[in-house]
């Protein structure tokens, strides 16, 4: 009999944290809607460099400057480098919340990205994807033409990280 009961309470505190998890996913994601929204809609400056979509994935997230506290792989889609012709950002892609590029995996060749911004949306077409050694740092192929690469770890093997590459096709 009491090992019945420690198991129905394991059993219970185990449903507990997966209903509290999911739960806080949910309004983890209803927050970032709400900020995004207000971020479009004001037309002002705020502490986002902009928003990262990918509508084939149904990703739709806020980011950050390069220096704002919250431009952390742990906490949000990460921003990497910016320049006039590149873009990088890096996500997790497990299974926790903050794991945004969890199915990067599925995108298929033209797939839209896209980065919105204050005063201008740029669309990127995704065209390639290339694994790298896990080493601390990656070198991504260099292109004559404005482009951004998405990284994240590979779901298959720990010692690899994905990069994908897409081309800029349209300013609006």
């Known amino acids: 009999m009491v090992k019945k009961t420690i198991v129905i ?3 219970l505190t185990f449903l507990l944290l997966y209903l509290f998890q999911e739960e ?4 983890t994601i209803l927050t970032h809607q709400k900020l995004i929204d207000h971020y479009l809609e004001q037309k002002q400056p705020m502490d986002l460099f902009g928003i990262l979509e990918i509508p084939s994935l149904n990703i739709n997230q806020p980011i950050y400057p390069k220096d704002h506290k919250e431009n952390h792989v742990d906490k949000h889609v990460m921003l990497l480098e910016s ?3 590149f873009l990088a950002f890096a996500a997790h892609s497990g299974n926790g919340p903050h794991a945004y590029f969890r199915e990067l995996d599925q995108l298929k060749k033209e797939d839209k990205i896209i980065i919105k911004s204050i005063d201008q949306t740029k669309e990127y077409q995704y065209f ?3 694994e790298v050694l896990k080493n601390g740092s990656i070198a991504v192929i260099e292109y004559p033409f404005s ?3 998405l990284i994240t770890c ?3 093997n720990d010692k690899i990280q994905e990069v994908f590459y ?5 300013i609006y």
């Open 147 to 149: 482009y951004l690469v």
């Open 154 to 156: 590979s779901k298959t």
């Open 83 to 85: 320049q006039d012709t």
């Open 24 to 27: 806080n996913k949910t309004s």
């Open 128 to 130: 390639r994807k290339e």
């Open 166 to 170: 897409a081309k800029l096709t349209k």
């Open 9 to 11: 309470l394991f059993s």
